[in-house]
C-alpha cells in the first residue's frame, strides 16, 4: 500500500524536477539572448566606429576648405566696397569672433568701420517691448517720417536706420550730430543699446547675430530682429543680417526673416557668417546692396545659393 509519506516525497521530487528544469531552460535562453546581444552591440560599434571616422574625415575636408577660402578671401573682397563706410550693429548673443573676423574683411574690402552698437537683450525682450516703442518715439528725430507699423523693431529700425546711414542718394547725414547722440543716449540710458565711441553714420549696415532664440517669447524675439534689420536696410544703401547656420532655424532672426517676403525682397541674410567663406559672402552681399538686389546666402535649407554670382548645386 502507497503511504502518504510517499505521495509527498513523490509530489516534492516532481516540484524540484520541475524547477530544475526552469533554471536550466532558462539559463540556456539567457545565453543564447546574451550572445545575440553581444553580437548585436558589437555592429552597433562598428558602426559607430565608421560614422565618426566619416564625421572627422569630413570635418578635416570642411577645416581644410575654410584655410583656403581665409587665405584667398582678401583678394576675393579687394576693392568691393572701395571708399565706401559700414556700421556694425551686434547682438548680445554674437561672438566678438566672428566680429573681429568680419571687422578685417570689411577693411580689406576697402570700407571703413565707422562705428558699432550692441543691442541688449532688453533690446528684443517682449516684456519691455512697450518701453522699447515709448523710448524710440519720444527720440524721433524732426523732418523724419517713422513707418505706420507700431512694433518695436520696425521702429527702432526707423530710428537708428535715420541717424546711422546715410541718405542711399546723396550720401549725406539724414539727422544732425545732436539727434545721433540724443538717438544713442536716450537708448543707451533705457538698456536697449551699448554703443562704442564716436559712432557716425554710414552707407551701409551689417547685422550680426548669433544663433536662434530661446526661452520664452523665442519667436518674437527674432521677429523682433527680423524686422529691425529690414527697416535698417530701408533707412539706407543696404543692410545684411548675418549669423551662423543656427539663426536660418525657425526661432533664428535670419529664419524669421527668409520666411516674410516681404523682408527678402530688401533684405539680404548670410546664414555662415561662422566661416570665411560666410565673411566673404556677406561683403559681396553688401556689393549687391550697393546695386539694389538682395539675396539668402549660406548654407542652411533655406539660402538660395553660398554667396552671389554662385549657383546652388542642382539648380
Known sequence: ?????????????????????????????????????????????????????QNNALNARLADADSFAASVGPKVVAGALDKRSVVLVTTQDARPADRDALKQFVGQSGATVTGEIQLTEAFADPAKADQLRQVVTRLQPAGVQFPTAGDPGTL??????????????????????????????GLTDGGFVKPSQDVKPAQ?????????????????????????????????????????????????????????????????????????????????????QLDGKSGRYGIAGNAQAPAPGITQPGS
Open 1 to 53: 500500500m502507497i503511504s502518504l509519506r510517499y505521495h509527498i516525497v513523490s509530489i516534492a521530487a516532481a516540484f524540484l524536477a520541475l524547477a530544475i528544469g526552469v533554471v536550466l531552460g532558462s539559463t540556456a535562453l539567457n545565453g543564447s539572448l546574451l550572445s545575440g546581444l553581444s553580437d548585436e552591440k558589437g555592429k552597433l560599434g562598428n558602426q559607430v566606429s565608421d560614422l565618426e571616422a
Open 156 to 185: 527702432s529700425g526707423a530710428l537708428l536706420g535715420s541717424v546711422l546711414l546715410l541718405n542711399k542718394d546723396s550720401a549725406k547725414p539724414q539727422s544732425s550730430p545732436e539727434e545721433l547722440a540724443a538717438a544713442l543716449g
Open 204 to 288: 551701409l549696415a551689417v547685422v550680426l547675430t548669433g544663433g536662434k532664440a530661446t526661452g520664452d517669447g523665442a519667436g518674437d524675439k527674432a521677429a523682433t530682429l527680423a524686422r529691425f534689420a529690414a527697416q535698417l536696410d530701408r533707412s539706407g544703401a543696404g543692410t545684411a543680417l548675418v549669423g551662423d547656420p543656427a539663426s536660418a532655424e525657425g526661432t533664428g532672426a535670419i529664419g524669421v526673416a527668409r520666411a516674410d517676403t516681404s523682408v527678402t525682397s530688401i533684405l539680404s541674410t548670410v546664414d555662415n557668417v561662422d566661416t570665411a567663406a560666410g565673411r566673404i559672402a556677406t561683403i559681396l552681399t553688401l556689393q549687391e
